[in-house]
Protein backbone atom coordinates (compact mmCIF):
# COMPACT_ATOMS: atom_id res chain seq x y z
CA UNK A 1 0.00 0.00 0.00
CA UNK A 2 1.15 3.21 -1.11
CA UNK A 3 1.46 6.20 1.64
CA UNK A 4 2.28 9.72 2.05
CA UNK A 5 2.69 11.34 5.05
CA UNK A 6 0.42 8.94 6.81
CA UNK A 7 -2.76 9.04 3.70
CA UNK A 8 -3.08 6.03 2.22
CA UNK A 9 -3.44 6.24 -1.45
CA UNK A 10 -4.14 2.90 -2.61
CA UNK A 11 -8.01 1.94 -1.69
CA UNK A 12 -8.69 0.21 0.37
CA UNK A 13 -10.83 -3.43 -0.17
CA UNK A 14 -13.92 -1.49 1.15
CA UNK A 15 -13.14 1.25 -1.27
CA UNK A 16 -12.44 -0.68 -4.24
CA UNK A 17 -16.33 -1.27 -3.84
CA UNK A 18 -17.12 1.54 -4.77
CA UNK A 19 -17.27 3.55 -8.05
CA UNK A 20 -14.87 6.70 -8.99
CA UNK A 21 -17.70 8.31 -11.56
CA UNK A 22 -20.12 9.71 -8.86
CA UNK A 23 -20.23 8.32 -5.02
CA UNK A 24 -20.76 4.71 -3.95
CA UNK A 25 -21.44 1.89 -5.98
CA UNK A 26 -25.09 0.70 -5.43
CA UNK A 27 -24.86 -3.01 -4.22
CA UNK A 28 -25.74 -5.11 -7.40
CA UNK A 29 -26.81 -8.76 -7.56
CA UNK A 30 -24.83 -11.96 -7.28
CA UNK A 31 -27.00 -13.88 -9.03
CA UNK A 32 -26.18 -11.91 -12.27
CA UNK A 33 -26.15 -14.54 -15.40
CA UNK A 34 -23.64 -12.61 -16.72
CA UNK A 35 -21.73 -10.68 -14.22
CA UNK A 36 -18.50 -10.26 -16.26
CA UNK A 37 -20.72 -8.81 -18.92
CA UNK A 38 -22.58 -6.49 -16.93
CA UNK A 39 -19.53 -5.12 -14.60
CA UNK A 40 -17.93 -4.37 -17.97
CA UNK A 41 -21.46 -2.22 -19.09
CA UNK A 42 -21.35 -0.59 -15.76
CA UNK A 43 -17.63 0.23 -16.28
CA UNK A 44 -17.79 1.75 -19.56
CA UNK A 45 -21.12 4.06 -17.69
CA UNK A 46 -18.68 4.69 -15.37
CA UNK A 47 -16.02 6.00 -17.11
CA UNK A 48 -18.24 8.97 -18.76
CA UNK A 49 -18.18 11.17 -15.86
CA UNK A 50 -14.35 10.59 -15.16
CA UNK A 51 -14.28 11.41 -19.51
CA UNK A 52 -16.12 14.97 -19.05
CA UNK A 53 -13.91 16.12 -16.23
CA UNK A 54 -10.78 15.38 -18.31
CA UNK A 55 -12.60 16.95 -20.92
CA UNK A 56 -12.62 20.29 -19.24
CA UNK A 57 -8.74 19.79 -18.12
CA UNK A 58 -8.23 20.18 -21.89
CA UNK A 59 -9.02 23.86 -21.76
CA UNK A 60 -7.74 24.53 -18.61
CA UNK A 61 -3.82 25.61 -19.96
CA UNK A 62 -4.03 24.87 -23.69
CA UNK A 63 -5.88 28.23 -24.74
CA UNK A 64 -2.70 30.32 -22.92
CA UNK A 65 0.14 28.05 -23.96
CA UNK A 66 -0.51 28.59 -27.46
CA UNK A 67 0.05 31.84 -27.50
CA UNK A 68 4.46 31.45 -26.99
CA UNK A 69 4.92 30.00 -30.07
CA UNK A 70 3.00 32.18 -31.94
CA UNK A 71 4.69 35.66 -30.33
CA UNK A 72 7.08 36.35 -33.23
CA UNK A 73 4.28 36.73 -35.46
CA UNK A 74 1.49 37.92 -32.99
CA UNK A 75 4.37 40.91 -32.45
CA UNK A 76 4.87 41.52 -36.09
CA UNK A 77 1.27 41.94 -36.40
CA UNK A 78 -0.16 43.76 -33.81
CA UNK A 79 2.99 46.02 -33.01
CA UNK A 80 3.71 44.56 -30.12
CA UNK A 81 7.32 45.02 -27.91
CA UNK A 82 9.00 42.04 -25.90
CA UNK A 83 6.91 43.21 -22.66
CA UNK A 84 3.26 43.90 -24.28
CA UNK A 85 3.71 40.47 -26.43
CA UNK A 86 4.45 38.65 -22.46
CA UNK A 87 1.13 40.56 -21.50
CA UNK A 88 -0.61 38.01 -23.28
CA UNK A 89 0.57 35.21 -21.63
CA UNK A 90 0.57 36.83 -17.85
CA UNK A 91 -2.96 38.40 -18.40
CA UNK A 92 -4.68 34.75 -17.69
CA UNK A 93 -2.10 34.13 -14.94
CA UNK A 94 -2.96 37.95 -13.18
CA UNK A 95 -7.03 36.80 -13.76
CA UNK A 96 -6.21 33.36 -11.91
CA UNK A 97 -4.86 35.61 -8.86
CA UNK A 98 -7.07 38.47 -8.60
CA UNK A 99 -10.27 36.15 -9.56
CA UNK A 100 -9.80 33.06 -7.94
CA UNK A 101 -11.39 34.47 -4.69
CA UNK A 102 -14.54 35.21 -6.74
CA UNK A 103 -14.52 32.14 -8.49
CA UNK A 104 -14.77 30.67 -5.05
CA UNK A 105 -17.56 32.24 -4.01
CA UNK A 106 -19.33 31.64 -7.56
CA UNK A 107 -18.99 27.90 -7.31
CA UNK A 108 -20.19 27.97 -3.94
CA UNK A 109 -23.45 29.90 -4.69
CA UNK A 110 -24.32 28.39 -7.76
CA UNK A 111 -22.83 24.97 -7.75
CA UNK A 112 -19.94 23.22 -9.26
CA UNK A 113 -21.77 21.76 -12.75
CA UNK A 114 -23.69 25.46 -13.30
CA UNK A 115 -20.05 26.91 -12.91
CA UNK A 116 -18.10 24.77 -15.39
CA UNK A 117 -20.29 26.13 -17.92
CA UNK A 118 -19.16 29.52 -17.88
CA UNK A 119 -15.44 28.29 -17.74
CA UNK A 120 -16.14 26.50 -21.29
CA UNK A 121 -18.29 29.48 -22.88
CA UNK A 122 -15.36 31.46 -21.61
CA UNK A 123 -12.60 30.11 -23.36
CA UNK A 124 -15.15 29.71 -26.44
CA UNK A 125 -16.17 33.20 -26.44
CA UNK A 126 -12.20 34.52 -25.60
CA UNK A 127 -10.36 32.47 -28.37
CA UNK A 128 -12.71 34.01 -31.02
CA UNK A 129 -11.90 37.65 -29.55
CA UNK A 130 -8.42 37.22 -28.88
CA UNK A 131 -8.06 36.98 -32.56
CA UNK A 132 -10.47 39.45 -33.70
CA UNK A 133 -7.37 41.38 -34.92
CA UNK A 134 -6.31 44.53 -32.71
CA UNK A 135 -4.51 44.51 -29.40
CA UNK A 136 -7.45 45.50 -27.53
CA UNK A 137 -9.36 42.51 -28.70
CA UNK A 138 -6.51 40.45 -27.96
CA UNK A 139 -5.92 41.52 -24.71
CA UNK A 140 -9.79 41.56 -23.81
CA UNK A 141 -9.99 38.22 -25.46
CA UNK A 142 -7.26 36.81 -23.29
CA UNK A 143 -8.61 38.44 -19.84
CA UNK A 144 -12.04 36.58 -20.60
CA UNK A 145 -10.08 32.95 -21.28
CA UNK A 146 -8.02 33.94 -18.04
CA UNK A 147 -11.67 34.86 -15.86
CA UNK A 148 -13.36 31.55 -17.20
CA UNK A 149 -10.08 29.23 -16.39
CA UNK A 150 -10.06 30.78 -12.82
CA UNK A 151 -13.27 28.83 -12.22
CA UNK A 152 -11.65 25.65 -13.89
CA UNK A 153 -8.74 25.76 -11.45
CA UNK A 154 -10.80 25.73 -8.49
CA UNK A 155 -13.93 23.56 -9.96
CA UNK A 156 -12.56 20.55 -11.31
CA UNK A 157 -10.28 19.60 -7.87
CA UNK A 158 -13.65 20.31 -6.24
CA UNK A 159 -15.64 17.45 -8.21
CA UNK A 160 -12.40 15.15 -7.62
CA UNK A 161 -13.19 15.64 -3.81
CA UNK A 162 -16.60 15.31 -3.82
CA UNK A 163 -17.12 12.41 -6.90
CA UNK A 164 -13.96 10.84 -7.01
CA UNK A 165 -12.75 10.74 -3.50
CA UNK A 166 -11.70 7.03 -3.42
CA UNK A 167 -9.50 7.49 -6.49
CA UNK A 168 -8.81 11.25 -5.54
CA UNK A 169 -4.83 10.58 -5.92
CA UNK A 170 -5.33 8.58 -9.32
CA UNK A 171 -7.98 11.20 -10.71
CA UNK A 172 -5.47 13.92 -9.49
CA UNK A 173 -2.37 12.22 -11.58
CA UNK A 174 -5.14 11.88 -14.54
CA UNK A 175 -6.01 15.24 -14.49
CA UNK A 176 -2.71 17.26 -14.62
CA UNK A 177 -1.57 14.74 -16.82
CA UNK A 178 -4.43 15.73 -19.24
CA UNK A 179 -3.35 19.53 -19.26
CA UNK A 180 0.26 18.91 -20.06
CA UNK A 181 -1.21 16.85 -23.15
CA UNK A 182 -3.23 19.49 -24.08
CA UNK A 183 -0.62 22.63 -23.54
CA UNK A 184 1.82 19.24 -25.04
CA UNK A 185 -0.03 19.82 -28.47
CA UNK A 186 -0.65 23.52 -28.27
CA UNK A 187 2.46 23.94 -28.43
CA UNK A 188 3.76 21.44 -30.88
CA UNK A 189 1.09 22.32 -32.96
CA UNK A 190 0.30 26.06 -33.21
CA UNK A 191 3.16 27.10 -35.59
CA UNK A 192 2.64 24.52 -38.00
CA UNK A 193 -1.18 25.35 -38.00
CA UNK A 194 -0.18 28.97 -38.06
CA UNK A 195 1.74 28.60 -41.22
CA UNK A 196 -1.33 27.04 -43.34
CA UNK A 197 -4.02 29.21 -41.81
CA UNK A 198 -2.49 31.94 -40.32
CA UNK A 199 -2.06 32.79 -36.11
CA UNK A 200 -5.38 34.09 -35.47
CA UNK A 201 -6.56 31.21 -36.19
CA UNK A 202 -4.25 28.68 -35.01
CA UNK A 203 -4.48 30.76 -31.75
CA UNK A 204 -8.44 30.78 -31.41
CA UNK A 205 -8.73 26.66 -33.13
CA UNK A 206 -8.08 25.09 -29.97
CA UNK A 207 -9.92 26.80 -27.42
CA UNK A 208 -12.69 26.58 -30.08
CA UNK A 209 -12.92 23.38 -30.49
CA UNK A 210 -11.72 22.03 -27.00
CA UNK A 211 -14.31 24.21 -25.79
CA UNK A 212 -17.30 23.33 -27.16
CA UNK A 213 -16.22 19.50 -27.45
CA UNK A 214 -16.12 19.65 -23.78
CA UNK A 215 -18.99 21.79 -23.28
CA UNK A 216 -21.24 19.25 -25.42
CA UNK A 217 -19.77 16.79 -23.01
CA UNK A 218 -19.92 18.25 -19.45
CA UNK A 219 -24.04 19.50 -20.10
CA UNK A 220 -24.74 15.87 -21.22
CA UNK A 221 -23.09 14.48 -18.46
CA UNK A 222 -23.07 17.02 -15.44
CA UNK A 223 -26.46 19.18 -16.74
CA UNK A 224 -26.63 22.56 -14.24
CA UNK A 225 -29.28 21.76 -11.36
CA UNK A 226 -28.28 18.85 -10.81
CA UNK A 227 -26.06 17.97 -7.95
CA UNK A 228 -23.21 15.58 -9.61
CA UNK A 229 -23.69 13.08 -12.83
CA UNK A 230 -26.97 12.94 -14.24
CA UNK A 231 -29.10 10.37 -12.46
CA UNK A 232 -30.25 8.40 -15.51
CA UNK A 233 -26.54 7.99 -15.98
CA UNK A 234 -25.21 7.16 -11.99
CA UNK A 235 -28.21 4.20 -12.76
CA UNK A 236 -26.83 2.90 -15.66
CA UNK A 237 -23.05 3.02 -13.55
CA UNK A 238 -25.04 1.24 -10.29
CA UNK A 239 -23.87 4.00 -8.72
CA UNK A 240 -25.66 6.04 -5.48
CA UNK A 241 -26.15 9.86 -5.35
CA UNK A 242 -22.49 11.40 -4.26
CA UNK A 243 -21.84 12.01 -0.81
CA UNK A 244 -21.62 16.29 -0.40
CA UNK A 245 -18.17 16.32 0.75
CA UNK A 246 -18.04 20.15 -0.81
CA UNK A 247 -20.98 22.11 -0.43
CA UNK A 248 -22.21 23.38 -3.59
CA UNK A 249 -25.35 25.37 -3.56
CA UNK A 250 -26.85 27.99 -1.64
CA UNK A 251 -26.42 28.41 2.20
CA UNK A 252 -24.22 29.85 4.58
CA UNK A 253 -20.00 29.41 4.34
CA UNK A 254 -18.99 27.65 7.27
CA UNK A 255 -17.33 29.96 9.40
CA UNK A 256 -13.25 29.54 9.62
CA UNK A 257 -11.70 28.77 13.21
CA UNK A 258 -8.47 31.11 12.61
CA UNK A 259 -7.58 32.74 8.66
CA UNK A 260 -5.35 31.05 6.81
CA UNK A 261 -3.27 34.43 6.73
CA UNK A 262 -2.30 33.69 9.71
CA UNK A 263 -0.81 30.31 9.04
CA UNK A 264 2.85 30.25 8.71
CA UNK A 265 2.29 27.23 6.88
CA UNK A 266 0.39 29.43 4.43
CA UNK A 267 2.81 31.79 4.04
CA UNK A 268 5.44 28.90 2.94
CA UNK A 269 3.24 27.32 0.52
CA UNK A 270 2.36 30.76 -1.26
CA UNK A 271 6.18 31.93 -2.07
CA UNK A 272 6.73 27.90 -3.26
CA UNK A 273 3.46 28.12 -5.62
CA UNK A 274 4.52 31.86 -6.45
CA UNK A 275 7.85 30.09 -7.54
CA UNK A 276 6.53 27.43 -9.09
CA UNK A 277 4.19 29.01 -11.50
CA UNK A 278 6.37 32.23 -12.21
CA UNK A 279 8.65 30.03 -13.34
CA UNK A 280 6.45 27.50 -15.25
CA UNK A 281 5.22 30.70 -17.08
CA UNK A 282 8.42 32.44 -18.02
CA UNK A 283 9.66 29.38 -19.72
CA UNK A 284 6.67 28.50 -21.02
CA UNK A 285 6.42 32.37 -23.12
CA UNK A 286 10.05 32.39 -23.53
CA UNK A 287 11.82 28.91 -24.49
CA UNK A 288 10.68 28.95 -27.68
CA UNK A 289 11.89 32.08 -28.67
CA UNK A 290 15.25 31.93 -27.08
CA UNK A 291 15.96 28.59 -28.84
CA UNK A 292 15.26 30.61 -32.28
CA UNK A 293 18.20 32.92 -31.04
CA UNK A 294 20.50 30.30 -29.09
CA UNK A 295 20.47 27.40 -31.80
CA UNK A 296 19.04 28.96 -34.81
CA UNK A 297 16.26 26.86 -34.93
CA UNK A 298 12.95 27.62 -37.17
CA UNK A 299 9.83 28.73 -35.31
CA UNK A 300 8.13 25.62 -35.94
CA UNK A 301 11.21 23.93 -34.38
CA UNK A 302 11.58 25.95 -31.47
CA UNK A 303 7.93 25.15 -31.11
CA UNK A 304 8.02 21.54 -31.32
CA UNK A 305 11.53 21.39 -29.52
CA UNK A 306 10.23 23.42 -26.85
CA UNK A 307 7.30 21.18 -26.28
CA UNK A 308 9.29 18.64 -25.10
CA UNK A 309 9.34 20.62 -21.53
CA UNK A 310 5.67 19.94 -21.66
CA UNK A 311 5.50 16.55 -22.50
CA UNK A 312 7.42 15.54 -19.64
CA UNK A 313 5.58 17.36 -17.22
CA UNK A 314 2.72 14.80 -18.71
CA UNK A 315 4.57 11.86 -16.55
CA UNK A 316 5.89 14.26 -13.52
CA UNK A 317 2.70 14.10 -11.79
CA UNK A 318 2.75 10.16 -11.48
CA UNK A 319 6.51 10.81 -9.84
CA UNK A 320 5.56 11.54 -6.23
CA UNK A 321 3.51 8.28 -5.46
CA UNK A 322 6.20 6.33 -6.85
CA UNK A 323 9.19 8.15 -5.40
CA UNK A 324 6.88 8.58 -1.47
CA UNK A 325 5.27 5.34 -1.84
CA UNK A 326 6.81 2.32 -4.12
CA UNK A 327 10.49 3.97 -2.89
CA UNK A 328 9.79 5.23 0.71
CA UNK A 329 11.24 8.40 0.00
CA UNK A 330 10.44 10.85 2.67
CA UNK A 331 8.12 13.94 1.59
CA UNK A 332 11.03 16.08 2.58
CA UNK A 333 13.60 14.27 0.37
CA UNK A 334 11.43 14.40 -2.88
CA UNK A 335 10.32 17.70 -2.70
CA UNK A 336 14.23 18.64 -2.44
CA UNK A 337 15.08 16.24 -5.24
CA UNK A 338 12.15 17.76 -7.45
CA UNK A 339 13.09 21.14 -6.93
CA UNK A 340 16.57 20.20 -7.90
CA UNK A 341 15.54 19.00 -10.98
CA UNK A 342 13.42 21.75 -11.64
CA UNK A 343 16.69 23.86 -11.27
CA UNK A 344 18.65 21.65 -13.92
CA UNK A 345 17.14 23.90 -16.55
CA UNK A 346 17.87 27.25 -15.81
CA UNK A 347 21.56 25.97 -14.86
CA UNK A 348 21.54 24.13 -18.28
CA UNK A 349 20.62 26.64 -20.72
CA UNK A 350 22.86 29.34 -19.30
CA UNK A 351 25.58 26.84 -18.83
CA UNK A 352 25.35 24.82 -22.00
CA UNK A 353 22.22 25.35 -24.02
CA UNK A 354 23.43 23.19 -26.74
CA UNK A 355 22.08 20.23 -24.22
CA UNK A 356 18.89 21.93 -24.02
CA UNK A 357 16.72 18.61 -24.77
CA UNK A 358 18.30 17.06 -21.34
CA UNK A 359 17.45 20.13 -19.57
CA UNK A 360 13.67 20.39 -20.92
CA UNK A 361 13.69 17.15 -20.07
CA UNK A 362 15.06 17.23 -16.42
CA UNK A 363 12.78 20.79 -16.04
CA UNK A 364 9.22 19.03 -17.40
CA UNK A 365 9.55 15.82 -15.19
CA UNK A 366 10.03 18.43 -12.35
CA UNK A 367 7.31 21.27 -12.99
CA UNK A 368 4.72 18.45 -13.26
CA UNK A 369 6.28 16.84 -10.21
CA UNK A 370 5.91 19.69 -8.06
CA UNK A 371 2.46 20.81 -8.63
CA UNK A 372 1.52 17.33 -7.19
CA UNK A 373 3.92 17.06 -4.26
CA UNK A 374 2.94 20.76 -3.39
CA UNK A 375 -0.86 20.28 -3.30
CA UNK A 376 0.03 16.71 -1.43
CA UNK A 377 0.79 18.95 1.58
CA UNK A 378 -2.19 21.09 1.10
CA UNK A 379 -4.39 18.28 1.32
CA UNK A 380 -2.79 16.41 4.15
CA UNK A 381 -2.50 20.10 6.67
CA UNK A 382 -5.90 20.57 5.69
CA UNK A 383 -8.44 19.38 8.86
CA UNK A 384 -11.38 19.04 6.58
CA UNK A 385 -12.76 19.88 3.01
CA UNK A 386 -13.54 23.89 3.15
CA UNK A 387 -10.36 24.41 5.06
CA UNK A 388 -8.88 22.72 2.11
CA UNK A 389 -10.92 24.88 -0.40
CA UNK A 390 -9.92 28.23 1.54
CA UNK A 391 -6.22 26.78 1.95
CA UNK A 392 -6.32 26.13 -2.06
CA UNK A 393 -8.02 29.20 -2.51
CA UNK A 394 -5.16 31.94 -1.44
CA UNK A 395 -2.40 29.96 -2.03
CA UNK A 396 -3.52 30.13 -5.98
CA UNK A 397 -4.74 33.56 -5.55
CA UNK A 398 -1.14 34.88 -4.22
CA UNK A 399 0.32 32.44 -6.15
CA UNK A 400 -0.83 33.52 -9.56
CA UNK A 401 -0.74 37.37 -8.98
CA UNK A 402 2.73 37.07 -8.51
CA UNK A 403 3.27 34.91 -11.62
CA UNK A 404 1.67 37.24 -13.64
CA UNK A 405 4.66 38.96 -13.65
CA UNK A 406 7.13 36.11 -14.90
CA UNK A 407 6.19 36.13 -18.59
CA UNK A 408 6.67 40.15 -18.79
CA UNK A 409 9.64 40.66 -16.19
CA UNK A 410 11.73 38.07 -18.21
CA UNK A 411 10.61 39.90 -21.20
CA UNK A 412 11.81 43.39 -20.18
CA UNK A 413 15.03 41.56 -19.10
CA UNK A 414 15.35 40.24 -22.57
CA UNK A 415 14.88 43.31 -24.01
CA UNK A 416 17.53 45.46 -21.67
CA UNK A 417 20.02 42.76 -21.70
CA UNK A 418 21.48 41.38 -24.81
CA UNK A 419 20.78 37.54 -24.72
CA UNK A 420 18.98 35.18 -22.73
CA UNK A 421 21.85 34.56 -20.17
CA UNK A 422 19.71 36.93 -17.55
CA UNK A 423 16.49 35.81 -18.23
CA UNK A 424 17.83 32.04 -17.68
CA UNK A 425 19.46 33.64 -14.48
CA UNK A 426 16.49 35.15 -13.24
CA UNK A 427 14.58 32.12 -13.29
CA UNK A 428 17.25 30.35 -11.50
CA UNK A 429 17.14 32.77 -8.37
CA UNK A 430 13.05 31.87 -8.48
CA UNK A 431 13.27 28.66 -8.59
CA UNK A 432 16.04 28.75 -5.94
CA UNK A 433 13.63 30.25 -3.68
CA UNK A 434 10.81 27.93 -4.21
CA UNK A 435 12.73 25.15 -3.43
CA UNK A 436 13.71 26.60 -0.19
CA UNK A 437 9.77 27.56 0.80
CA UNK A 438 8.63 24.16 -0.77
CA UNK A 439 11.11 22.24 2.10
CA UNK A 440 10.33 24.70 5.12
CA UNK A 441 6.62 24.06 4.30
CA UNK A 442 7.35 20.05 4.31
CA UNK A 443 9.45 20.25 7.21
CA UNK A 444 7.04 21.84 9.53
CA UNK A 445 5.14 19.82 11.74
CA UNK A 446 1.54 20.05 11.79
CA UNK A 447 0.90 22.94 13.84
CA UNK A 448 0.05 25.72 11.76
Known sequence: MTRIQGRDTAPSAAEDARETGGGDRAPSSASSPKPRQAERRRLMWAAIPIAALLGVALVLRAPITVIPPLLAQVRSDLGLDAPGAGLLTA????????????????????????????????????SLLRSAGSVGAAMAGTAVIGAGVAIGNLAVPMLIGRQFRHRSALLTGMYSATVNVAVTMSTALAVPVAVAVGWRRSAALGGVVLGAVGLVLWV???????????????????????????????????RPDRPVTRWPLAWWLVVAFSGHTLSYYAVTAWLPSALVDLRGMTPVDAGVAASVFQAAGIVGPFLVPLLVGRLGWPQLQTVAVIAAGWA??????????????????????????????????????SRDVDENRRLSAFVQAVGYSVAATGPVLTGWVHQRVAGWSAPFALILVVVLVMGFAAVRAVGRDAAR
Not at 101 to 118: C, D, E, M
Not at 227 to 250: F, I, K, Q, S, Y
Request: aromatic residues 10%; charged residues 10%.
Open 344 to 381: ILPIGMLLAPGGWPAWALVGGFAQGAFFTALFAVVIER
Open 220 to 254: AVYPPGVRGARPALRARAGLTEPVGLVRDGNGPLP
Open 91 to 126: IPVLCFGLLTPFASRLLHKIGINHAVIYTLLAVIGG
